[in-house]
């Protein structure tokens, strides 16, 4: 089992310009370490009902699941108590939607249905107030 960071944007693509809405975090214990070209799929779990539109290359389709491509693998070293720990971190594709409205719906999937959470340091337009 290997023990990964995974790291999702999550941009919105209005009229052709792509804007980042969030940064999604979690971090996941997988079977085997996925290299770049690969794709991670999360599903719904039975009875979730959460849908939304994602960009694709056909356009916006309706969608209830998420499948994004792994762009970059990493390893980085931390120092601890018992010495040094090397750790993996994975980037993958952004997932691109039409609206904030599609951005909301699949952050919540995101969180509720697959474990991420929202990275605090980076931007987060869906929390602002005025959204």
Same mark, same amino acid.
């Given at each position: 089992?290997? !023990? ?14 792509? !804007? ?17 070209? !690969? ?10 009902? +959460? ?12 969608? =209830? ?15 601890? !108590? ?17 609206? +904030? ?22 931007? =987060?337009? +869906?929390?602002?107030?005025? +959204?």
């Amino acid at each position: 089992m290997i !023990e990964v960071e995974i790291w999702i944007d999550v941009v919105e693509r209005a009229d052709g310009v792509l !804007e980042t809405v969030c940064v999604l975090f979690a971090a996941h214990t997988l079977t085997v370490r996925p290299v770049c070209g !690969e794709s991670l799929s999360y599903f719904p779990g039975k009875g979730a009902s +959460l849908e939304f539109e994602l960009w694709t290359s056909l356009g916006p389709m309706r969608e =209830n699941s998420v499948r994004v491509a792994v762009d970059e693998v990493t390893h980085y070293a931390v120092k601890t !108590e018992g010495g040094i720990v090397y750790k993996t971190s994975i980037r993958c594709e952004a997932i691109e939607v039409p609206s +904030l409205g599609d951005a909301r719906a699949v952050c919540a999937f995101m969180t509720e249905q697959a474990g991420f959470e929202f990275d605090p340091y980076a931007i =987060n337009r +869906l929390s602002r107030a005025d +959204l």
